[in-house]
């Protein structure tokens, strides 16, 4: 989007997922006690706040399919909180994946938005997935972060949106975008952020109706795809 619209500064995309996950050990499958995923980009780290107490974002990602696990994972699972490097299989959805620890954090607020204890990388899934065209793909639904520049007119910006987003969808029709206030989110810095999903929007059942939440926290900052 940068390319496109000089108003945005940055952007990071990201999938969650929750369902019963396995950790394979030899030729055993321990379910966790954690349910959710979070598949992230390495710039996630740029706008969510997560401690690291043994390797950190910037090194995690040299990995093709790095881990990041919770020190509470780490401990219940792997006994110890010293596991950099080790090798690791989960099931999720039925899907095997495998990947390097390479990173663990404390274990995030109950009360953040993305409190993830497993974090696994959204290239490495989709990669996973066959679908390594995702950053272009305007029907690819995931949860995106757009950041603007302080001032910015976010009725211009997302009428432009919605206009290239049909354009570029081959949609009939422009869909609506809606910009809704939240209070607060748990991110490591204030932002306002537009979460999506889709692409750059969710498009719901025929109508072509779409919704953006933005989050507030009193700056001027969003984020989503390029």
Same mark, same amino acid.
């Given at each position: 989007?940068?390319?496109?619209?000089?108003?945005?500064?940055?952007? +990071?995309?990201?999938?969650?997922?929750?369902?019963?996950?396995? &950790? $394979?050990?030899?030729?055993?499958?321990?379910?966790?006690?954690?349910?959710?995923?979070?598949?992230?980009? %390495?710039?996630?780290? !740029?706008?969510?706040?997560?401690?690291?107490?043994?390797? !950190?974002?910037?090194?995690?990602? $040299? +990995?093709?399919?790095?881990? &990041? &696990?919770?020190?509470?994972?780490? #401990?219940?699972?792997?006994? #110890?909180?010293?596991?950099?490097?080790?090798?690791?299989?989960?099931?999720?959805?039925?899907?095997?994946?495998?990947?390097?620890?390479?990173?663990?954090?404390?274990?995030?607020?109950?009360?953040?938005?993305?409190?993830?204890?497993?974090?696994?990388?959204?290239? /490495?899934?989709?990669?996973?997935?066959?679908?390594?065209?995702?950053?272009?793909?305007? /029907?690819?639904?995931? $949860?995106?972060?757009?950041?603007?520049?302080?001032?910015?007119? @976010?009725?211009?910006?997302?009428?432009? *949106?919605?206009?290239?987003?049909?354009?570029?969808? @081959?949609?009939?029709? =422009?869909?609506?975008? *809606?910009?809704?206030?939240?209070?607060?989110?748990?991110?490591? %810095?204030?932002?306002?952020?537009?979460? +999506?999903?889709?692409?750059? &929007?969710?498009?719901?059942?025929?109508?072509?109706?779409?919704?953006?939440?933005?989050?507030?926290?009193?700056?001027? /900052?969003?984020? =989503?795809?390029?």
């Amino acid at each position: 989007l940068s390319a496109r619209y000089p108003e945005v500064i940055k952007n +990071t995309s990201f999938e969650s997922k929750t369902a019963a996950i396995y &950790i $394979k050990q030899e030729d055993n499958l321990i379910k966790s006690t954690y349910s959710e995923i979070g598949f992230v980009e %390495k710039n996630f780290f !740029d706008f969510f706040n997560f401690k690291f107490i043994a390797g !950190d974002a910037e090194e995690s990602f $040299k +990995t093709p399919n790095p881990l &990041i &696990i919770s020190e509470d994972i780490a #401990r219940k699972n792997f006994g #110890r909180v010293d596991v950099i490097g080790t090798p690791v299989s989960l099931v999720v959805n039925d899907q095997f994946l495998n990947y390097t620890i390479t990173g663990i954090i404390k274990n995030p607020a109950s009360n953040s938005n993305v409190n993830f204890h497993w974090i696994g990388s959204l290239p /490495h899934l989709m990669q996973v997935q066959e679908k390594e065209d995702y950053k272009t793909d305007w /029907h690819y639904q995931c $949860k995106n972060f757009v950041e603007l520049l302080p001032g910015t007119d @976010h009725s211009d910006f997302t009428a432009r *949106l919605s206009q290239d987003y049909a354009r570029l969808a @081959h949609l009939k029709q =422009a869909p609506k975008i *809606l910009i809704t206030a939240l209070s607060q989110i748990h991110v490591n %810095k204030r932002l306002r952020i537009i979460t +999506t999903l889709g692409i750059l &929007i969710l498009l719901i059942s025929t109508i072509n109706y779409v919704l953006l939440s933005t989050y507030a926290v009193s700056y001027t /900052h969003l984020r =989503a795809h390029e």
